[in-house]
């Protein structure tokens, strides 16, 4: 039998260094179907199974990365706002440490800016977003339903701090995105991106479908962060973990209700695991509710990086 190829790591471009497991295309519809009731088979198109693999940076990434269409996000932030587990004016630990780095009167570009909630943090700001898979919702004041390439022909080189919160875990290549956001910083100005890592709590969630195709792609590292800034020649601030908060406290307590516990297993068919979704999600929502925000911060929620354009 030939050896398996192992696909290359979408920051540095070297080869993975494992496979972590196969996830069939047919089983990760039907959890999207049943749990959060979106398709996302249209966005899989002919996969029939992706491959999550790790790369020397430790970074985890799902092979073919294929990306959420409109019609998939559109039914997932539907859901997300029905059942109260998303709010459009969430304050998240990210945007206030962001919100620190910005003077009065700078301009500030969000990229993937969603509902645009990072504007309520930098009221003293220029902001202007940007998101074309705006899931049909009333647009906010300062929303532009357009990609990063198309507002970089008019608008390179001008913006204090570009921003993505949240938003590099689910694009193909994020090198792409993160050259293009330099490109939309002025000289010494600021390049902003927070991710999921692993290890985290949502890691250990099992059949946890927030971290799988097609929405997110990769699962990030500290290291992973330093290749991607230092492949777009950007200097490295600061690499940071972000506290629990009201918007992402939620998946600390499912993970604290679960009965398994991922490591190097992350989605399985097994009636134990499905199991398992449902008492964590029940009562991880339970101690949301009584105790809200934890004090034991662990791993944090996220990893941000603060780069600057030389």
């Known amino acids: 039998m030939a050896p398996m190829t192992k696909p290359l790591c979408p920051v540095t471009g070297e080869p993975a260094v494992r496979l972590v497991q196969w996830v069939g295309a047919r089983f990760?519809?039907?959890?999207?179907?049943?749990?959060?009731?979106?398709?996302?088979?249209?966005?899989?198109?002919?996969?029939?199974?992706?491959?999550?693999?790790?790369?020397?940076?430790?970074?985890?990434?799902?092979?073919?990365?294929?990306?959420?269409?409109?019609?998939?996000?559109?039914?997932?932030?539907?859901?997300?706002?029905?059942?109260?587990?998303?709010?459009?004016?969430?304050?998240?630990?990210?945007?206030?440490?962001?919100?620190?780095?910005?003077?009065?009167?700078?301009r500030v570009l969000d990229v993937g800016c969603g509902f645009a909630s990072f504007r309520y943090s930098v009221p003293h700001a220029s902001y202007t977003g940007l998101d074309?898979?705006?899931?049909?919702?009333?647009?906010?004041?300062?929303?532009?339903?357009?990609?990063?390439?198309?507002?970089?022909?008019?608008?390179?080189?001008?913006?204090?701090?570009?921003?993505?919160?949240?938003?590099?875990?689910?694009?193909?290549?994020?090198?792409?995105?993160?050259?293009?956001?330099?490109?939309?910083?002025?000289?010494?100005?600021?390049?902003?991106?927070?991710?999921?890592?692993v290890p985290s709590a949502p890691m250990r969630i099992p059949n946890f479908l927030i971290n799988a195709p097609p929405h997110h792609l990769t699962w990030w590292t500290r290291s992973a962060l330093a290749a991607l800034a230092a492949r777009c020649s950007t200097e490295v601030e600061a690499i940071d973990t972000m506290g629990w908060d009201q918007a992402d406290s939620l998946m600390y307590w499912i993970e604290r209700c679960s009965l398994i516990r991922c490591k190097d297993r992350y989605y399985s068919k097994s009636p134990l695991w499905l199991s398992s979704e449902v008492v964590g999600y029940l009562g991880g929502r339970i101690l949301h509710a009584l105790k809200g925000v934890p004090t034991r911060q662990d791993e944090g929620s996220s990893l941000m990086l603060v780069a600057r354009r030389p």
Request: glycine share 8%.
């Open 28 to 106: 990760l519809a039907f959890l999207w179907k049943t749990t959060m009731r979106t398709n996302a088979r249209p966005s899989f198109g002919g996969v029939e199974r992706f491959g999550l693999w790790e790369s020397p940076t430790g970074l985890y990434f799902f092979d073919p990365p294929t990306v959420g269409d409109h019609e998939f996000y559109t039914g997932f932030y539907n859901c997300l706002l029905e059942r109260k587990l998303w709010r459009t004016d969430a304050r998240r630990q990210e945007f206030v440490e962001a919100a620190r780095r910005v003077k009065p009167g700078d």
């Open 132 to 197: 074309p898979n705006f899931a049909g919702h009333s647009k906010p004041e300062h929303v532009r339903d357009e990609l990063l390439q198309d507002h970089l022909k008019a608008h390179a080189g001008v913006y204090d701090m570009v921003c993505a919160f949240a938003v590099v875990e689910h694009v193909e290549n994020p090198v792409t995105l993160f050259t293009e956001m330099v490109q939309a910083a002025r000289p010494g100005g600021l390049v902003i991106v927070s991710v999921p890592h």
